[in-house]
């Protein structure tokens, strides 16, 4: 929960706008994410079949505070700059994506498993997604009623406080917070240890993680249910993510406040909210 609720979603557009770079950047910025996912995906998860799944949840909670602290402490003024400091953090948090992806739920699975508890799964998925849900609907509100700056100042006011702020203040106030969130992702990943009967195998050796990979690819590719299913969760996911990386643009094209973005976000967020029983029973 802590790794998935980012307060500056529901502004990440104009986040990057308002700092000085173009929306054909920022789409740039966002293939170099995704590519980066793509191409570490699999090799990393070789790599926790070789060493365990604990230090690479581990490394996700590290990967995920540093990518905050790029992002939000980067100068602004010199765009070029600007734009490779973006361009380290999105690289940085497709690694984390990628890390973190799999090896979480392989750890938790393992250790119900090892605890003869593995029945208990569906409904720990189902926990979980509720959970996230919460925390991604008050991410969501808060993260836009702080960047708002006229919002967060008239909300100051009418508890006595004349904060002076503007938008070149609040524009970093979401990622500040998500920054928080990263301590306690991180915090949370060393808490947690690897079951007994993990199967790590100590060094990685890259000769036998590149043939893990071949064989996982080939496996992929010879599975056609496997394979569909992946390319049906490719083309949703990609549809879906278009609009959530965008929709602040839009919302603000046609004169829609900052800090309302939030509560559209959050309408979405609570029908999340409403799928778990769904999935449960799938």
């Known amino acids: 929960m802590l790794f998935n609720a980012r307060f500056y979603y529901p502004v990440l557009a104009i986040f990057f706008v308002d700092l000085g770079l173009t929306l054909d950047q920022y789409a740039l910025l966002n293939v170099a994410w995704a590519v980066s996912i793509v191409l570490f995906e699999l090799p990393l998860g070789a790599v926790s079949d070789r060493i365990g799944r604990r230090p690479l949840v581990v490394a996700a909670g590290a990967l995920m505070i540093t990518e905050m602290a790029v992002r939000g402490f980067a100068p602004t003024g010199n765009v070029t700059l600007l734009f490779a400091l973006f361009l380290v953090n999105r690289i940085l948090s497709g690694l984390a994506e990628a890390a973190a992806s799999g090896a979480d739920e392989a750890l938790a699975y393992e250790s119900l498993l090892e605890a003869g508890r593995e029945s208990e799964w569906p409904d720990v998925l189902a926990k979980l997604q509720r959970l996230s849900a919460g925390?991604?609907?008050?991410?969501?509100?808060v993260g836009a009623?702080?960047?708002?700056?006229?919002?967060?100042?008239?909300m100051l006011s009418f508890v006595g406080i004349d904060a002076g702020l503007d938008a070149s203040t609040t524009v970093r106030f979401p990622v500040y917070l998500t920054l928080l969130l990263a301590v306690g992702a991180f915090a949370a990943a060393l808490g947690m240890t690897e079951p007994g009967t993990a199967t790590a195998k100590g060094i990685v050796n890259l000769r036998d993680s590149a043939q893990q990979i071949r064989q996982a690819g080939s496996w992929i590719w010879h599975t056609k249910f496997v394979l569909a299913v992946i390319l049906f969760y490719l083309v949703l996911d990609s549809v879906v993510r278009l609009f959530l990386t965008l929709n602040s643009s839009y919302y603000r094209m046609i004169g829609i406040p900052a800090a309302l973005f939030g509560v559209l976000g959050a309408l979405f967020a609570a029908i999340g909210g409403c799928t778990p029983t769904l999935s449960r029973a799938l």
Not at 135 to 141: D, N, S, T, V
Not at 145 to 154: E, Q
Request: proline share 0%.
């Open 135 to 141: 925390g991604f609907l008050i991410a969501m509100i």
């Open 145 to 154: 009623a702080v960047y708002d700056a006229d919002f967060l100042s008239s």
